[in-house]
């Protein structure tokens, strides 16, 4: 559809306007990675400028930059990719903390990013496999609302896990 | 499905079944057809208050009314001179058992669903929160209504336990109360003290997640939060149009007022629309910006339920379903929403992602890691509860092919396989270490060595663990008996040469 010859790429620049305000200028192959801009894409053709108004562009950036490496990385080597990827994920979720942790997730999940919501809610089961429930409750601020007598008796009930 | 039938005046279960998409009215004859009598007389109720009925006789099918496969329905048959009133509602179901309720004496108009109809049903409901308030006056009041009815509630829990409560998982009424349900009862309690309607109680039912959820009401004419929900409904007549608004701010909001002089307190306001049975719930900022968000609930599919929340009834799936399609889409948007606008910290914590992000968190945990996360708190207990989700984990952890027709079930079934798995697994390392071969594998072959003192040996564990062998004194005493259970352990290990 695009018909310009004189350029040596066929990518097409979309506009995306966080919550903010803040605006991004990325690449379709980069943008369409996430479900929810693919449609809208698919959808409205030509628009070259979309709005997210319920992300924040903080959170929009990061989603964005997760994208771009996961497009570059697919296309510039064939072999390796997976390994790179995984890596490059690592290092994406090592330093979260739970509030931009959240965030993002949240955005990723409007933004359908459905790769990225795997990598992140992994991310959140990673910090609770294997804790007690209370170190559960530590790490994400719950307390607890059970009655007295309540809590013992669920935990008998699903003593097998605590075993 | 499968239902269980029961009558008011006695404690006789009757199971019956009907077909997945039967009408209520296909019930009524099955039931007739079970104890002889005549379909036209029975009255069927969920709660043995508020009966249950179809808006024309051969079009609500069960699952629209809200009843579920293994549901209790009680039934009543009353004197035939009221034969011909399958429309009528609310007939008096049973003045023997009444909780200090007081007798209604008329019939009310047949309900439609035209929104100006008093819903005689609730009528109930709000005698019964009234009088049991008048017995009770105080604080405490609100408590000790749902203690009042726990009546009905322990009566059907029994009922229950004879039928193999157990399977029914997720549904079953002894399944501990979210503090959203707890909420919604004590907010249901409050609201309903006047006329009751099916519409009140859907705004009550948002009102309480909201509330759940970390708001506050807020007053916007006074300027100033509203605790519990009577004052935000005092303005709304009845008789007035169906668009009720509400306001909400958040604590953060207001605590934060006093630092900044002129500060405009934000809120989000939700507003009500009355469709028929549909309730549109629309929620936006006050102030504007970032849209508005929209649920629509459907009131005969929620009504019931939450109607028998407020006498401790034990319809959870559908409240869960009506918590979740509130909290996630209008709730959480509009907290989010609201914190941007107001340039408060985000609001998200793990306890308020999405219920549909928190499921897909669990489903990456092992089972033990998702039962322990059931007793952090009671919505995780809620959540973590989810057929579906033991139903996957069940499949992960020990394949498909054990696949049980009985629904609801999978939770327990996983925890059974999961602890004899666990107790084969302790058998094997109990026998290793009872009788230790030091790192051989299990299978090895083992020696006849009927004489083991006689040395010197080639081979086997003697020559790979020297100081197994005698010299005695290198364990004194323990070696005899090692080696007397030794001998017979040759059996253990399946080789026969």
């Known amino acids: ?49 979309i709005c997210l108004p319920n992300v924040n562009g903080k959170f929009l950036g990061m989603v964005l930059e997760w994208c771009k490496k996961h497009a570059n990385n697919n296309t510039n080597s064939d072999k390796g990719n997976d390994e790179v ?12 903390d739970q509030n931009t942790l959240y965030h993002l997730l949240m955005a990723a999940d409007y933004l359908s ?24 409750r530590e790490t994400f ?23 | 499905m499968k239902l269980r039938v029961r009558p008011l005046d006695s404690k006789e279960t009757l199971r019956i079944e009907v077909p997945n998409g039967a009408s209520l009215h296909q019930l009524k004859e099955a039931i007739a057809q079970t104890i002889q009598s005549s379909s ?25 009314l809200g009843i579920a496969a293994g549901d209790l329905i009680f039934y009543s048959i009353v004197p035939s001179q009221t034969l011909d009133s ?31 109809t008093l819903v005689s049903d609730l009528d109930t409901l709000a005698n019964e929160s009234g009088s049991t308030r008048d017995l009770v006056p105080g604080e405490g009041s609100n408590l000790e209504v749902g203690e009042g009815e726990e009546g009905f509630a322990a009566e059907s829990m029994e009922i229950d336990d004879d039928d193999d409560g157990e399977s029914m998982g997720f549904l079953g009424s002894k399944f501990p109360e979210s503090c959203f349900v707890r909420r919604l009862r004590r907010v249901l309690n409050e609201g309903l003290g006047e006329d009751g309607r099916d519409h009140k109680l859907m705004v009550i039912g948002v009102h309480s997640v909201f509330l759940e959820s970390g708001f506050v009401g807020f007053d916007s004419v006074s300027g100033t939060p509203v605790d519990g929900c009577r004052r935000l409904l005092d303005n709304w007549r009845p008789s007035m149009a169906f668009t009720l608004s509400f306001h909400y701010t958040l604590p953060e909001i207001l605590s934060n007022e006093g630092s900044t002089a002129s500060y405009v307190i934000e809120t989000a306001a939700l507003k009500f629309q009355i469709m028929g049975r549909f309730v549109n719930v629309f929620g936006s900022l006050t102030s504007g910006g970032s849209g508005t968000h929209r649920v629509c609930l459907d009131e005969h599919k929620f009504v019931p ?20 399609t509130v909290k996630d889409g209008l709730a959480l948007p509009l907290l989010i929403d609201l914190c941007a606008k107001a340039g408060l910290p985000s609001p998200p914590c793990f306890m308020r992602l999405p219920s549909e992000l928190q499921l897909k968190i669990l489903e990456f945990l092992p089972g033990n890691d998702i039962a322990r996360m059931g007793c952090v708190s009671k919505e995780l207990q809620y959540l973590s509860c989810n057929g579906d989700l033991w139903k996957k984990k069940f499949e992960e952890e020990f394949g498909s092919k054990a696949g049980s027709h009985v629904p609801f079930h999978w939770k327990k079934k996983f925890a059974t396989y999961w ?20 790192g051989l594998p299990l299978f090895n072959p083992i020696r006849r060595d009927l004489n083991p003192f006689e040395l010197p040996h080639i081979g086997g564990d003697y020559d790979r663990l020297p100081g197994l062998v005698p010299p005695p004194s290198g364990r004194p005493g323990r070696l005899p008996l090692f080696r007397r259970t030794y001998s017979p352990n040759c059996n253990f290990g399946g080789s026969s040469g």
Do not use: C
């Open chain 1, 1 to 49: 559809m695009s018909s310009s010859s004189t350029t040596t790429t066929t990518t097409r620049l979309l506009m995306l306007k966080a919550s903010d305000g803040v605006t991004f200028e990325v690449e379709e192959a980069v943008a369409t990675k996430l479900g929810a801009i693919n449609n809208m894409v698919e959808e409205e053709g030509s628009e070259d400028l």
């Open chain 1, 85 to 96: 990827n995984k890596w490059w994920d690592k290092e994406f979720v090592m330093d979260l």
């Open chain 1, 113 to 136: 990013g459905t790769e990225l919501v795997d990598l992140l809610t992994e991310k959140v089961a990673s910090m609770i496999r294997g804790k007690k429930v209370e170190e559960i």
């Open chain 1, 141 to 163: 601020k719950i307390k607890s609302d059970f009655l007295p007598g309540q809590e013992e008796e669920i935990r008998k009930k699903n003593s097998w896990a605590f075993e």
């Open chain 2, 40 to 64: 036209s007389s029975l009255r069927l109720s969920l709660n043995r208050n508020d009966e249950l009925f179809a808006s024309s006789p051969h079009e609500d099918s069960l699952q629209s």
């Open chain 2, 86 to 116: 399958d429309s009528q509602p609310s007939v008096q179901m049973e003045p023997g058992i009444d909780l200090g309720r007081g007798h209604r004496e008329t019939l009310e108009s047949p309900v439609s669903q035209n929104q100006e």
């Open chain 2, 305 to 324: 339920s939450i109607s028998s929340v407020s006498s401790n009834g034990d319809s959870e799936r559908e409240v869960y379903e009506f918590w979740k």
């Open chain 2, 419 to 438: 602890r004899s798995r666990r107790q084969r697994e302790e058998t094997a390392t109990a026998r290793l270490r009872r009788f230790p071969r030091y």
